[in-house]
């Protein structure tokens, strides 16, 4: 399983060495430089042991206390806290070769800790996301953004998408697609039977009828009726103000939200630290953590590495149940 070493100013290193004090069941391959994780290590005070490792065959599982890396190099040496835009193309050099490993099978999953998406953007390329950046990596015709934690799991119509634009996005066909390829990997990757999916509304109370926004009588509501008639249990379009409360959310499987800032707010609220991002619709494995770089604590040790287990234990199960469906 391939582990990208996130914005190298961030604390993707801090997590990562955090979380590689743990027991994992599966061989973890860092795609990064040796040198940033020792260096790292250090500033931490951190006892783990870098290795550096050319023969993917000879990786043995996990063991607590070592982290064992595919060399890529950085271009200059990183400050903790301070982006430098000559790093960018390592950061998608990692993604690249472990996005590739994964489609050739090398890897069986890669886990993602945080880039920043404008630093990598100030080189010219246009990186709004790990999400696209892989759906355009493996040709894949749609892919949809769900966060898990604990209480729930939020997908997304919209990913990272100014928020003036979000309303033309709504159509038909992007609620359509969006909600086919959910229905399908919550039934095969998440082992839900009949999946269950609350769909928000787009305006405040889903609309007023009318009188707040017409997206939900233009366009929402047949398209769920449509949904319907192909046998998806779609529910809504509820007013996603009062939709997350446990007496809905119990009986759901997955909270449909029209744009990033409607539904991940919530489910950070109840789970931040502890939730995984989950890319679905790819060929390859991919999750990744719940929150960003946090510069202002790289390098300080009060990063938190939960979401960051719980991502790679999620791939692990998710890898273990692909390879028994085999
Ligand atoms: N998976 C990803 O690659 C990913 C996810 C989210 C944001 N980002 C990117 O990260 C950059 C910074 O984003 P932001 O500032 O909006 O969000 P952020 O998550 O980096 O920080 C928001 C707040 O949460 C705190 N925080 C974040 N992670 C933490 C952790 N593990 N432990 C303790 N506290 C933590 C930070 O200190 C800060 O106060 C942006 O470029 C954004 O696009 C990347
Ligand atoms: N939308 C994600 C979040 O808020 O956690 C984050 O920006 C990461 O997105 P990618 O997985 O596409 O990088």
């Known amino acids: 399983m391939a582990i990208t070493s996130g914005e190298p100013a ?3 290193p801090d997590i990562i060495i955090g979380a590689f004090k743990n027991d994992f069941a599966a061989k973890l391959i860092v795609v990064g430089d040796p040198d940033l994780f020792k260096r790292r290590a250090q500033q931490l005070g ?12 000879a990786v043995p599982t996990h063991s607590a206390g070592t982290l064992r ?7 200059v040496t990183t400050v903790a806290g301070k982006l430098d835009v000559a790093n960018a193309p390592y950061v998608l050099e990692t993604l690249r070769l472990a996005g590739q490993g994964c489609l050739t099978g090398t890897f069986d999953a890669v ?14 390329v246009h990186f709004s996301g790990h999400t696209e950046y892989f759906q355009s990596l493996c ?27 979000v309303s033309s996005a709504i159509t038909s066909n992007a609620i359509k697609s969006v909600t086919r390829a959910l229905n399908h990997d919550l039934k095969h990757r998440f082992g839900c039977v009949s999946p269950k999916i609350l769909v928000c509304g787009l305006n ?34 509820l007013p996603a103000d009062t939709l997350f409360q446990p007496k809905y959310l119990e009986q759901a499987d997955c909270v449909l939200a029209m744009y990033h800032d409607q539904g991940l707010p919530v489910l950070k609220y109840s789970g931040f630290g502890s939730a995984v991002n989950i890319t ?37 199960v998710m890898a273990n149940n692909t390879r028994k469906s085999i």
């Open 10 to 12: 961030g604390i993707g």
């Open 204 to 237: 405040p109370h889903a609309g007023e009828d009318g009188h707040l926004g017409r997206e939900e009588i233009d366009t929402i509501i047949p398209t769920l009726t449509e949904l319907r008639n192909e046998g998806i249990d779609v529910i809504g379009p």
């Open 139 to 165: 040709n894949s015709p749609q892919v949809v953004m769900m966060l898990a934690s604990n209480a729930m799991r939020v997908a997304l119509v919209t990913t990272h998408l100014p928020l003036k634009d």
């Open 111 to 124: 886990v993602t800790p945080p880039v920043h998406k404008g630093i990598l953007c100030e080189t010219g």
């Open 69 to 75: 890396v595919l060399p890529t190099a950085l271009a």
């Open 280 to 316: 679905l619709g790819l060929p390859i494995i991919r999750t990744s953590v719940d929150h960003g770089t946090a510069l202002d604590l790289a390098g300080t040790g009060q990063a938190s590495d939960g979401s960051l287990k719980v991502a790679i234990e999620h791939a692990i």
């Open 46 to 57: 951190a006892s783990i042991t870098v290795e550096e490792v050319n023969e993917l065959g």
